[in-house]
């Protein structure tokens, strides 16, 4: 697909959440909950303006920065060489963020489901998808794991993310085989500090390597 394909996906998609908010507003409560705990149980409440429109116009803003991200990055033209695999991700981000908004407005019109059977897929589909984007990202500021030491080295960025894009993808698998045992859940979920941290250090330890 071209990047003007994704372009056009990617604005039907945010003006579709808009104009489902709109059309939505006469039918919601006047309060509305916009957030579940990892029981599945609710534990945050807004007003109807913002339950309708708060997702949009974070989208609206994310996906504007990451449009700007290849012109003000220094290493902007480095992005260019995985721009394919950059602007599918950008439309994943795009449906997962949709869908979560549908699923918020299916709760608050008296649709009765498990929160995390509905969400949990949706986040191990965009880990997923998180790892096929930093097995292919070169060099730059903003995608990918950005440490001291993969900025400082090719040879140390392309290292930790082959090693990270097989975190990420297995962490999808675990998010999922956690539904199993959803009492462990938020323990399974919180499993990404300690992997996130060990990338952290492999990535110094890389470049000990070559510095010595």
Known sequence: ?????????????????FAIGFYFYPKMPEKMATHWNAKGVVDGYSSRAVGLFMMPIITLILYTFFQLI??????GRNIKKFEKYWNAFKVIFLLF???????????NLGYAFNMNYIIMPAIAVLFYFCGILVENAKRNWFIGIRTPW???????????????????????????????FEHYLIWIILTILPLSL???????????????
């Open 1 to 17: 697909m071209k990047s003007n394909s994704y372009f056009k996906l990617s604005l039907l998609l945010i003006v579709l959440m």
């Open 70 to 75: 290849p012109k003000i990055d220094p290493l």
């Open 97 to 107: 963020m949709a869908y979560m908004y549908i699923v918020t407005l299916a709760a």
């Open 150 to 180: 993969t900025l400082s080295s090719d040879k140390v960025w392309k290292k930790t993310h082959k090693l990270g894009a097989k975190i990420f993808k297995l962490y999808a698998v675990v998010i999922l085989f956690g539904l199993f």
């Open 198 to 212: 060990y990338l952290l250090i492999y990535s110094y330890l890389e470049w000990r390597k070559i510095k010595k």
